[in-house]
């Protein structure tokens, strides 16, 4: 069984934490697509606050 690359999840969870100041328990809790839609969330802030 192949389950969700360990690195990926580390930097999900490290990438959310850094910019929300959530607890790492609470964002592990996530389904994993909710996960995904924080960090592709925060990505999109971070572009637009960049000018990008």
Known sequence: ???YPLKALHEEVAFVAYHFHWPPEAILNLEHNERR???Q???AINQ???GE
């Open 41 to 43: 969330e925060i990505s």
């Open 48 to 50: 637009r606050m960049n």
């Open 1 to 3: 069984m192949v389950g």
């Open 37 to 39: 839609r924080w960090v």
